[in-house]
């Protein structure tokens, strides 16, 4: 049986140690070159912004080095992608076991369905992709149905149900 992680105190101490205020509270700007993090957990990097009036959505950029996949994950809350630099696909795992392939480029807007188990994945093997991800972590935390899960590279199989 494939082994599920928790991540969301990952997640929320990597928050916590690389979130960046936002300029006047409304703006962060160039996106494209602004500094991430590497989350060697998740193989990615990330850097998250805070806006002190936004109250049920957050955003942040993460980045795939050229050739790299993220984790297979999944999470209780909806997310928007804008892409910012690259190209790549992200493959989405459906409980009957079909998959999704969405291929993505430099300036296109997807989206990953809530509960899905996917995997974001940087097709090129010479450049990097970055992307802007905007989520609504903080309107599931206040309901109290916040989570996020993964599970190792490699593992195919798929849960129902948050664990």
Known sequence: MSKIRDDNEALDKFMRD???PAENGVLVKQLAHH????????????????FPGLKTLEAHVSELPAGASATLHRHSCEALFYVLIGEGCTVIHHEEGAERRIEWKVGDLFFT??????????TSATSMARYLEVTTIPLMKSLGLWFIQSKPHGDSQRSASPD
């Open 35 to 50: 500094p991430v993090h590497a989350r060697s957990d998740r193989g990615n990097a990330a850097a998250y912004f805070q």
């Open 113 to 122: 369905p809530m509960l899905v188990w996917h995997q974001h994945v940087n």
């Open 18 to 20: 690389h979130t960046y």
